[in-house]
């Protein structure tokens, strides 16, 4: 990948989170997806290293970067474990971000500084067991009581949500579409439940659950930004999210790519390394051009960002393009191996499972087909 397009703090950055996840997650990421272990002493670890708030201005406990850096820490742990860079990219980009976009400042004060040493959690609520791609139809409702707001309804798939302390959840505040819908801040409390973890194909360091309100009281002043704007924060926020997860799908990508060096130039067949085989050279060729090309959208749409331009086109262009490396990718190493890539000695099954998801959260691939098409084709797309 060209470093030019890297200033040096980002090269220092990358250089950090690369050296932290070869050292602390990549030795034990196989150990950790066998036993289903989220490895949380690691998360806090990052947070002592500001790898959890990436973003966040350092009055507010954060490191005080940009996106790009967002990005590249993103890959180096993705790289090493999918599963720990879901957690990562949530607590950074689904939780910090919506708060400092909508937050107020005591808000931020109170949440911000305890997220970014990783003492507590967050989770991103925006999803129901009946409303994924259309968000618009989400029925969890918030009514106003005792001063407050009282929660009932159901979520879906809530990654860091087994041990968050801290919920941006998107509830139904007046009538049905998009404009009946706000965000707020929830904690853990009565008539708040959380569901076991849902047995999924990969990502299995990462928590992911239901969650259920019957009646959860959240304070009047834990409504996030103003009401009816929950699911235009919602959105914004999924903008930047977007980019992170084409930089976990980097990372994985290349991750598929290191093992299927490493076995092509030490696995004999027919007399000498299966690196020598053009069948076993081209998919690798293939593969390394769209990882690059993968890296460039994903820091195109970053650096837009940075600079304060509309990034939500470049981010789902970022995420489609890099999110189909990931599977191509992993597909690759697994056709490298051989036999032992369908193997659980090797990691590349792993890379195939966990590479996947990348295609599906954060909107899939067709949504963001979808949100490429009316930004090229306007209303007349609708
Ligand atoms: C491991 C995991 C972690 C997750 N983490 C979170 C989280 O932390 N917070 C959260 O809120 N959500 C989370 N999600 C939810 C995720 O974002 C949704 O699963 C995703 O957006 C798709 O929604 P759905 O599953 O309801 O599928 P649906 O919306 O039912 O879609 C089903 C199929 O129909 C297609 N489709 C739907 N609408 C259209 C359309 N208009 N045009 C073309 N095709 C369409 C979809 O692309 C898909 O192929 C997570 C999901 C998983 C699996």
New binding site residues.
């Given amino acids: 990948m060209p470093a030019t397009l890297l200033t040096d703090t980002h090269r220092e950055v990358q250089a950090l989170a690369h050296e932290f996840a070869q050292a602390e997650i990549a030795p034990h990421a196989a150990a950790w997806n066998e036993a289903h272990a989220i490895p949380l002493e690691v998360l806090r670890k990052m947070g002592e290293l500001g790898l959890l708030a990436v973003v966040v201005p350092e009055d507010l406990g954060g490191a005080g970067l940009d996106a790009t850096s967002l990005c590249l820490v993103v890959e180096e742990i993705a790289r090493a474990d999918a599963g720990t860079s879901?957690a990562v990219a949530?607590q950074n980009g689904?939780v910090a971000s919506p708060l400092l976009r909508a937050g107020n400042r005591e808000q931020q004060a109170a949440w911000l500084p305890r997220l970014a040493t990783g003492e507590i959690f967050g989770?991103?609520?925006?999803?129901e067991p009946d409303?994924?791609?259309?968000t618009a139809a989400l029925r969890t409702s918030a009514t106003e009581r005792d001063g407050g707001w009282s929660i009932s309804g159901a979520?879906?798939?809530?990654?860091?949500?087994g041990f968050a302390e801290l919920y941006v959840l998107f509830a139904r505040t007046g009538g049905p579409g998009a404009r009946g819908v706000s965000a707020f801040l929830a904690e853990r409390g009565p008539g708040f439940e959380v569901g076991p973890e849902?047995p999924?194909m990969g990502?299995h360091t990462?928590s992911?659950v239901g969650l259920s309100f019957d009646g959860l009281q959240v304070p009047a002043g834990n409504m996030l930004g103003n009401p009816g704007e929950g699911l235009k924060l919602a959105l914004a926020t999924l903008d930047g999210g977007r980019i992170t997860i084409a930089a976990q799908a980097c990372g994985i990508a290349q991750a598929a790519v290191d093992v299927a060096i490493d076995y092509a130039g030490t696995r004999v067949a027919f007399g000498g390394p299966i690196a020598r085989f053009q069948g076993i050279q081209f998919p690798l060729a293939d593969v390394a051009a769209k990882l690059d090309a993968a890296r460039l959208l994903t820091r195109h749409a970053a650096a837009l960002r940075d600079a304060g331009e509309p990034h939500g086109l470049a981010g789902a262009k970022a995420k489609l393009f890099a999110s189909s490396v990931a599977v191509q990718a992993a597909d690759m190493a697994v056709q490298t191996l051989g036999g032992y890539g369908y193997s659980a000695e090797y990691p590349a099954e792993r890379y195939y499972r966990d590479a996947k998801?990348t295609e599906?959260?954060?909107?899939?691939?067709?949504?963001q087909?979808?949100v490429i098409a009316r930004g090229l084709l306007g209303d007349s797309a609708r």
């Fill in positions: 879901t949530v689904l989770a991103y609520a925006l999803t409303a994924g791609s259309d979520k879906q798939w809530i990654t860091n949500g849902i999924k990502l990462s992911t998801i599906i959260y954060e909107g899939t691939s067709e949504i087909r979808l």
